[in-house]
């Protein structure tokens, strides 16, 4: 049988090791709220419209340059209507602060533009069809392109 002398007590922790942990559970509390406050605060903020001229001056360039492009063969017509769309998207998106590129045709339409949806519309098939067929040829949806770009105000 052991002596008396060789059995000790349980040994108890150091109390610094339990402050630790109530300090890192209140530093991941606190991160969580803070990014609770800062992902809602204040609600979505509306995005102020950019400078129109700017920005019909730099859509207009790349209208006439993809209208260049098609026509001198240097790129498929499918590509031209879809960069076609993309700089719709881009110009509506800078000067009305709609996010157009992540809208549907339906959001498009909701969104009560004029010309927009329709516009969109005529660019659907032949960007999203490889074999379709337009429903107005390319130089006719360039023009509406253009007349969009430069009647918004």
């Known amino acids: 049988m052991p002596d008396a002398d060789e059995f000790s007590g349980p040994v108890d922790y150091s ?8 300090g890192a559970l209140a530093l991941v509390a606190l991160f969580y709220l803070g990014v609770l406050l800062w992902s809602h605060a204040g609600g979505p903020k509306p995005l102020k419209p950019g400078d129109v001229p700017t ?29 076609l769309s993309s700089v719709i998207r881009d110009f509506v ?30 660019i659907y098939p032949p960007e999203f069809a490889p ?15 253009r007349g969009l770009v430069s009647s918004w105000n």
């Open 15 to 22: 109390s610094q090791w339990l402050w630790f942990a109530i």
């Open 55 to 83: 920005a019909r001056t730099r859509a207009m360039g790349e209208l006439d340059r993809i209208g260049h492009q098609v026509y001198a063969g240097q790129l498929a017509e499918r590509v031209g209507y879809q960069q």
């Open 93 to 122: 998106s800078a000067v009305s602060g709609m996010p157009a590129h992540t809208m549907a045709l339906a959001d498009l339409r909701a969104a009560g533009v004029p010309h927009l949806a329709e516009t969109i519309a005529l």
């Open 131 to 145: 074999d379709s067929t337009a429903v107005e040829p390319f130089g006719t949806t360039l023009n509406r392109a």
